[in-house]
């Protein structure tokens, strides 16, 4: 009975201590943040792609902070991110989808030791050629951030802060809308050529080409408003640079200047993969509550 009792006393005892803590002495602060991210694809290799625009994202997530001293706070979470970008193809670069445009076909599978005409009416017409112009991607992400927070003392109700560190991210889905250029047989020169006008492929995803992990930095500014005890509501501006090329160096799929290897009579010789490159990039304004 003794035992029990100095156990109940003892529980007593710490929730009064966590309880009492203030917002100053607290060791552990959760919350919850909203993520506005307007984010693009960087690419390192601009003589065949470069960027072609940013689209808006947008995250969300559950945000831990730990202290480490009163101006220093490990923090961490983990969110879901939704993430995307555009980008132009300059040199050529194209692929085949099967029959009815639902998956694309392996480059190695494709034989252009032939001429255009002899690929038209083979087997090989069960392919659809295109020349790729332009990519949009969208794609969610699992993220957790593993940052620094430097912060000031209270100053009229705010505390300013600073953020350094990285984000781990895994890829759970990716989509793909191709703007592309349909090559056609022409029977008259005997010879594949593009339309005048382009075309879009949605809802595409190159398995073999996807890279589904990313580490970005990640560094921002913010501010903090205590509104009452522990709670207080956080803005930060973030600017995230991913560090890993989202595709593999070499498509499974995508090959250079397809339309003169298709037309060049089959002297094409070995095909050559096509090179990619994109980096994840963004600007993160964080909205958010910490108790």
Do not use: C, H
């Not at 552990?28 to 993520?35: D, N």
């Not at 640079?241 to 037309?263: A, L, W």
Request: glycine share 10%; hydrophobic share 35%.
């Amino acid at each position: 009975m003794k035992k029990i009792l100095v156990l109940v006393s003892s529980t007593i005892l710490l929730v009064n201590a966590l309880v009492a803590q203030d917002a100053a002495d607290k060791n552990v602060r959760f919350g919850l943040r909203v993520s506005p991210t307007p984010t693009w694809l960087r690419s390192n290799d601009l003589k065949n792609i470069d960027n072609g625009g940013a689209k808006f994202g947008f995250g969300f997530g559950l945000q831990l902070e730990f202290r480490i001293n009163s101006t220093a706070s490990f923090v961490t979470g983990i969110g879901g991110d939704f993430l995307g970008g555009t980008q132009n193809y300059k040199t050529g670069q194209g692929y085949a989808l099967n029959k009815d445009n639902s998956s694309y076909v392996d480059s190695k599978s494709l034989n252009f030791n032939k001429d255009a005409q002899a690929i038209s009416s083979s087997t090989d017409k069960d392919y659809n050629y295109y020349e790729l112009k332009s990519r949009s991607v969208k794609a969610t992400y699992i993220t957790i951030p593993l940052l620094l927070k430097l912060m000031t003392k209270d100053i009229s109700g705010f505390k300013y802060f600073g953020l350094f560190g990285g984000n781990i991210a895994v890829q759970t889905k990716y989509r793909a809308a191709d703007n592309v250029s349909i090559l056609t047989y022409n029977d008259g020169p005997k010879v594949y050529e593009s339309t005048s006008t382009t075309v879009t492929i949605s809802d595409m995803r190159p398995s073999g080409d996807i890279i589904p992990v990313n580490v970005a930095l990640n560094v921002g500014l913010g501010l903090e408003y205590n509104i009452s005890g522990s709670t207080s509501l956080f803005v930060s501006i973030n600017y995230i640079r991913g560090f890993i090329n989202q595709y593999t160096p070499k498509s499974s799929s995508m090959i250079n200047d397809i339309k003169t290897k298709i037309n060049n009579n089959g002297a094409t010789g070995a095909l050559v993969p096509s090179t990619q490159s994109a980096y994840s990039d963004g600007v993160q304004i964080n909205v958010g509550v910490l108790f």
